[in-house]
């Protein structure tokens, strides 16, 4: 009865309230009532499921709209075209097999293979030449394995190993890497040129010697080579700057001539498994000799004789030795590889000879009449160095991305089969040399001993013309590809604006051409040629090469380490130790193949860093380990200060919000487990808290809840920093603390703020203050997370198992894709599978969406199932009107009972009861608060007090259907409003988006682990019905659901597709 009256009390008082200010009011609503006409019909074409997302809408992109924008995307540098043709029809994507394989295969086969190769393998022998192969095979297997992470790691532009490591190891590294790369390219393409007049010199047209005979003179030889080199290099490079088209169809003509060059060769051997009889090697005891005729090859020949004994002083080796003829090509079937398998390392100056005899070795006399000599000394070491350009080129598949159907599974495929296929032709090639070519022949580098012909070539069938024009052929489409690359890649580091002094190669010509860097590339590569031999530029341009792959293998394993929440690469087979192993493999071949290349290399990376990174910076040294740790920080934290991080680094720097109870303990302890399950991104965390009351007099107050909160990040693992603040009001210490927060580039993005379950309860005070902190987030352009349900999370140390379910709404930057993958690297939730589940609108088409949804998750590298959602635009529902005038009804009695808070607590704290009472759901239990005693005290209380309203009110109680009825002993105190009154049809719309979406939730995820949805945005209007309303439209969107996590993005992209 007491109650009762209490009602009456507050009926008359509302009465007089609208008496009084009936005027006032109705001006109000009418004002109101015109605004929301005005937003109604700028909402009118919202989708009905959707609005009470309306808000957000209107600012950021429904899903369907966002994924269509950026399913097909291109963002690619242009390939070398040429100026003066007719734009072509867009040409099909490449696959892997034109795209990335046989780029790959015509880059990696080079001039080494046609001209070295024989020569390695007898110099050092088939065990050690097998050997060298191999570790520079390894090589690159372990740096495609790294680069095919990188690649795979998101859309990669045109660029190869320059915008890799750019993109994942900062400017500084990219830089560095970029001008390595481009002066290797550069160096290549002076060694093709010098190879291919060898070629041409040495084994075609001898005679076209300008310089003497240069079989006797080895000065001769490379004066030859760097005339005609530098003729040879101004003819291409006019090429180049006048045909790319040539250039470019060129290519083909040479990939051909490479294979069927390295085919001739196999047929070559098996068809002369048993030898060959048409070539000889005229031996004279166990040295091999040059320039005579075979007929003339005995000991009495008078050529020998008049040679050998001037003046009829005989040579002493010649007079202790006989002179024989030998096989050169054995074959297979002799057994000759038994004698090739020990090396023959030689010192400069010593004679070719079979076994390691001294006598045989050492030039002893003054002349060495026509034996060969060793040219160069060679080692173990040197091999490696000269032989390593020829596994190079595995960069061609990443510079084509844009050109490819699938970059991110034809790059890996391609590369790596590329490899395996060289890798087997090289292996087997020392294999097969080494069985069928007698061991002096193999040393013999130029042919000298069977009349400057080339030895590969006189294997080969059906003659040895296939082998040198098509290596020849093949060499020069190598050189003119070196030549178009080399300048477009110096353009594109200078276009990038890292390195000031190369701004003036960044211009194109009219013909878009960029010939600027074209001159530069060209004198870069007449300094190579100047060197005039293969033998030297091989291990130069392999120091440059392997400081590239280096680097490829250090921002690979610096990622995967880091475990950045950008780096989720598609390919899947690699791993930190591998990309170690390959970093430790290239700097140990640099070291052991030429210490002072190597520190060429080097210098030049770490001046090109160096003056990248202090660039204009100011230099500071501190005092001892201390005061340069504190210099780095500063440093550092003026770093980040410089401006926002780029997408690929962002991530969740975390601000926890924690409540405190009565006894100055965390309420939900769980979030600190939360948030130590996303923090797999490595980013940061601060935990608050505040205190309500003044800092002088509780101080100590504070000082206990900070060691409290401490204490529970501790032990929840929590690895960041705590703080308690004390304020007058909780609502400005909170959003004091949103503001403040954090020290120059480590300020906090993201805030983790508990659901507040008592808000019925407590009244406006809770959800005002929950409202103002999502409105201070949103305008402080920072993440939000609301866990809901946070006492039914997992803890850190369990494991789950099922599906993680993201409802995707409204796009908001990515982050409702960013965290589930983050959630996933942690061991809780690492089993889980994630859902994707999105709602069509009426214009939508469901079947591309669902296909564009699936293209996007394939470029984010993200593995989950999707599925689009079509909500028919059913009419309101009798239900959601009844929800909806409960609603508004019991904001009107709160209204009108706007008295003291003391005199009336009792009264709001019935009427609240009563409302929650009516529309009790199951979410009741589910996110009942976890401080479980005030609960039971509560519910206590409320029970008394419902028994006596509904005592009272028994007669009007009647509920025939439980759905269209919740309870209408709520309407007795205001059978009079219900009569009249209908609902807002603002509110009516809102309610009926919950509800919908609340209902295909339910459908779909109500046995998932976490469903993820969009937090809609808080009214713009400052009012307590709408903040009221608000709260129970999210009751209404997320109940009979365990666990929700309700996200509101910052409003800047999160997440990538490209690398």
Not at 188 to 207: K, Q
Not at 697 to 720: C, F, H, P, Q, W
Not at 853 to 877: C, G, P, Q, W
Not at 955 to 971: G, I, L, Q, Y
Request: hydrophobic fraction near 40%; include cysteine.
């Amino acid at each position: 009865m007491q109650c009762n009256s209490e009602k009456e009390d507050a009926d008359e008082m509302n009465s007089t309230l609208s008496d009084q200010n009936g005027t006032r009011h109705d001006r109000k609503h009418s004002d109101s009532r015109d605004v929301r006409i005005v937003e109604e019909n700028q909402k009118s074409s919202i989708d009905p499921n959707l609005y009470l997302y309306d808000d957000d809408l209107e600012t950021r992109p429904h899903i369907s709209t966002f994924i269509s924008s950026i399913a097909n995307y291109e963002n690619t540098i242009p390939a070398a075209t040429d100026p003066d043709a007719k734009p072509p029809p867009p040409s099909a994507r490449m696959g892997t097999l034109i795209g990335v394989f046989l780029p790959c295969i015509q880059n990696i086969f080079g001039v080494i293979l046609f001209i070295r190769l024989t020569w390695v393998v007898g110099t050092a022998g088939a065990v050690c030449g097998f050997l060298i192969v191999l570790t520079c095979c390894c090589v690159t297997m372990l740096t495609a394995i790294s680069m095919s992470a990188i690649a795979t790691n998101g859309v990669v532009p045109a660029g190869g190993s320059y915008f890799m490591i750019s993109r994942s190891l900062g400017p500084e590294f990219g830089g560095a890497v970029g001008m390595l790369f481009y002066t290797g390219t550069t160096l290549a393409a002076a060694m093709y040129i010098v190879g291919a007049v060898e070629i041409v010199l040495t084994y075609m047209a001898p005679w076209a010697s300008i310089f003497g005979d240069f079989t006797k003179d080895a000065e001769a030889m490379y004066n030859n080579f760097r005339v005609y080199g530098s003729l040879l290099l101004v003819f291409m490079g006019l090429i180049v700057f006048l045909g790319v088209k040539f250039v470019n169809k060129f290519a083909t003509v040479a990939l051909a001539c490479v294979i069927f060059s390295i085919i001739a060769v196999y047929i070559g051997i098996f068809d002369n498994i048993h030898g060959n009889e048409k070539l000889y090697l005229c031996v004279l005891g166990k040295r091999l000799l040059k320039d005579i005729p075979i007929e003339n090859c005995t000991k009495e020949d008078p050529i020998m004789v008049d040679m050998y004994c001037p003046d009829r002083k005989c040579d002493e080796y010649y007079l202790n030795n006989n002179v024989t003829k030998v096989k050169g090509i054995k074959g297979l079937a002799s057994g000759v590889f038994y004698d090739n398998i020990m090396p023959s390392f030689l010192e400069k100056g010593q004679f070719i000879s079979y076994g390691r005899n001294s006598v045989d070795i050492e030039n002893i006399g003054s002349q060495s009449y026509n034996q060969i000599m060793a040219d160069i000394t060679t080692s173990f070491t040197l091999l490696i160095g000269i032989f390593f350009p020829s596994v190079t080129g595995i960069m061609a598949g990443s510079n084509r991305s844009g050109d490819l159907a699938d970059a991110q599974k034809s790059i890996p495929i391609g590369t790596i089969c590329a490899i395996l296929t060289t890798s087997t032709v090289y292996l087997t090639s020392v294999l097969f040399f080494a069985g069928t070519v007698d061991n002096l022949l193999l040393r013999d580098k130029y042919g000298q001993s069977i009349g400057g012909k080339l030895v590969v070539a006189n294997i080969a069938w059906p003659n040895q013309w296939v082998i040198l024009i098509g290596s020849f052929l093949s060499t020069l489409g190598a050189g003119l590809q070196s030549l178009t690359g080399a300048p477009r890649l110096l353009q594109a580091i200078a276009k990038d604006e890292i390195i000031p002094f190369l701004a003036p190669f960044a211009k194109s010509s009219n013909r878009g051409e960029p010939v600027r860097a074209l001159l530069l590339t060209i004198v870069i590569c007449q300094c190579g040629i100047l060197l005039g031999n293969v033998d030297l530029l091989a291990p130069l341009l392999s120091m440059f090469f392997l400081m590239c792959y280096g680097f490829v293998n250090l921002a690979c394993a610096v990622q995967t380490l880091l475990r950045t929440p950008n780096w989720r690469p598609r390919f899947k087979f690699y791993h930190w130790s591998l990309s170690l192993i390959g970093l430790t493999l290239c700097i140990s071949v640099m070291i052991m193949t030429s210490w002072y290349f190597a520190l060429i290399a080097m210098g030049m990376a770490i001046v090109i860093y160096k003056y990248i990174e202090y660039r204009g910076a100011e230099k500071e040294w501190g005092d001892g380990i201390r005061g340069m740790a504190l210099t780095a920080a500063r440093y550092s934290l003026q770093r980040l200060e410089e401006g926002p991080p780029h997408t690929k680094n962002w991530r969740p720097q975390i601000l926890v919000l924690s409540k405190l109870n009565e006894n100055l303990l965390p309420k939900y302890r769980k979030i600190f487990s939360f948030a130590t399950q996303l923090k797999a991104g490595k980013g940061l965390t601060i935990c608050v808290s505040v205190i309500k009351g003044d800092h002088t007099k509780i101080s100590n107050k504070a000082v206990d809840a900070k060691t409290t909160l401490r204490k529970y990040m501790t032990d929840e693992k929590v690895k960041g920093f705590c703080d308690v603040l004390v304020a007058q009001e909780i609502g400005e210490g909170l959003s004091s603390v949103i503001q403040t927060i954090g020290l120059g580039g480590m300020k906090p993005n993201t805030v983790i703020i508990g659901w507040p379950y008592s808000w019925r309860q407590e009244g406006r005070y809770s959800w005002k203050t929950f409202i103002q902190t999502v409105r201070t987030v949103a305008a402080c352009h920072m993440a939000l997370i609301v866990p809901k349900g946070i006492n039914f999370y997992p803890e850190s140390n369990h494991k789950i198992g099922g599906n993680i379910d993201i409802w995707w709404i409204v796009h908001d930057g990515g982050l409702l894709m960013l965290l589930p993958f983050l959630l996933k690297q942690h061991r809780t939730w690492r089993n889980c599978k994630l859902r994707i589940f999105t709602v069509a609108q009426i214009e939508d088409n469901s079947i591309q969406m669902k296909k564009d949804l699936k293209t996007f998750l394939y470029h984010l590298r993200i593995e989950a199932d999707v599925e689009v959602v079509e909500m028919n635009n059913s009419d309101i529902s009798a239900y959601t009107y009844e929800r909806t005038l409960m609603m508004e009804q019991r904001n009107q009695m709160l209204r009108a009972l706007g008295l003291n808070k003391k005199e009336n607590s009792k009264v709001v704290q019935t009427i609240v009861d009563h409302h929650y009472d009516a529309i009790k759901t199951a979410s009741r239990v589910r996110f009942a608060d976890p401080t479980i005693e005030e609960i039971q005290n509560n519910d206590t209380q409320n029970e008394e007090k419902r028994n006596s309203i509904q005592s009272d009110g028994a007669d009007s109680t009647e509920a025939p259907d439980s759905r269209t009825n919740k309870d209408e002993s709520t309407e007795k105190p205001d059978v009079n409003i219900k009569s009249s009154a209908k609902p807002d049809e603002f509110n009516v719309r809102r309610m009926h988006t919950a509800i919908k979406l609340n209902e295909v939730i339910i459908e779909k995820s109500q046995d998932a682990q976490l469903v993820i949805m969009n937090l809609p945005g808080p009214p713009r209007e400052v009012r307590a019905e709408r903040e009221s309303n608000y709260m129970e439209f999210l009751e209404v969107l997320t109940e009979g659901l365990e666990k929700v996590l309700m996200v509101r993005g910052g409003g800047r992209e999160v997440i990538t597709i490209y690398s």
